[in-house]
């Protein structure tokens, strides 16, 4: 039986409205599908990393473990950024969240597409170790089957400890709530009435030099922030050489700079400053008109400085340790 030109053409065209019905299917079902999610980091890793400033500060390139999904949650997802990013001096953390509802309003258990876990890196002299990865509502579970993990906080150092806060919430009364720690070690839940009940404001030492973007590639001194990047554009401002795997590396696109410390770390300022100062031209100096408040200075007294070497003079780390609860 012969076929004709418009039997041919008819064919050709119910083929293609087919086809063209299973790709809207599809991608109406991929956008339903990406569009449910409220939370979402993704899953990335440490690809490679360089230590700097003797140890103070690691540049460190992430790399995505799934691109396809962050792709099409970049297109269909309606999730809102969130950072991913907990530094303590011995521990590195990235969150991977992948959830439907706010982590904070959570109301119930994950599905099995739905995941809420932390990577982590341990600090090691100039080496990172990737270490297993924490699933947040498994440990949770354990301490107390009837709570969920709501809020990752901060890294805090305590009594030689490094403790993650963590706040649970009680699947049977959402007015429940409780702050614990994560300790990174055990990897079990615990409480620190030391740091749960610090409400105080704490001394700081006020840094008062202002940055020139001529001779800086960052903008502003953030002491109490996990990382910062700078642009491409920006790297002949910094000490590094080109030839330097440093160099090689802030080039990258998802390149953070941490400086290795914890949220209540006494000597926070000078290894940021140590950090800092790789990122400007060499003779910028960061300790100009710094204000050491009273409370943790040497003398009990309030002291301007004009040096490093001033500040070292006059900073009292142990005070600050204790002001901080680094220690009791």
Known sequence: MKITKKKWILAL???LSLM???WLYLRFSTESYYKQF???????????????????????????????EDRLMR?????YYFDPVRVGSK?????????????????????????????????EGERLKEEKEIDLFKVVKQFDPDYIPTELGSVYSWN??????????????????????LNL??????RNESLENDHQRKPVPAFNVPIDRETSSIEELKFFDNWFSIEPKDLSKTQFKKSSKAYQLLKEKDTKVIVIKPQNSADQYAKSIAVFELFMKKGVNLYQDVTIPAE?????????????EEFDQYYDLEKARKAYHEID
Request: hydrophobic content about 30%.
């Open 13 to 15: 065209l119910v083929l």
């Open 20 to 22: 063209g019905g299973i």
């Open 38 to 68: 409220y939370e979402y980091s993704g899953k990335a890793k440490i690809e490679d990393y360089e230590m700097i400033a003797d140890g103070a500060g690691i540049i460190t390139h992430w790399k995505s473990t799934d691109p396809k």
């Open 75 to 79: 297109e269909y997802g309606s999730y």
């Open 91 to 123: 521990h590195i953390l990235h969150m991977n969240v992948k959830l439907r509802e706010d982590m904070y309003y959570q109301k119930k258990r994950p599905s099995k597409d739905e995941y809420w876990t932390v990577s982590v890196y341990k600090v």
């Open 160 to 181: 030689g400890r490094e403790l993650a806060a963590l706040q649970i919430r009680s699947t049977k009364d959402d007015s429940i709530r409780k702050k614990m720690y």
């Open 185 to 190: 070690d055990t990897r079990k839940l615990e």
């Open 296 to 308: 943790i200075s040497k003398d009990g007294q309030v002291h301007t400085t004009q040096t490093k």
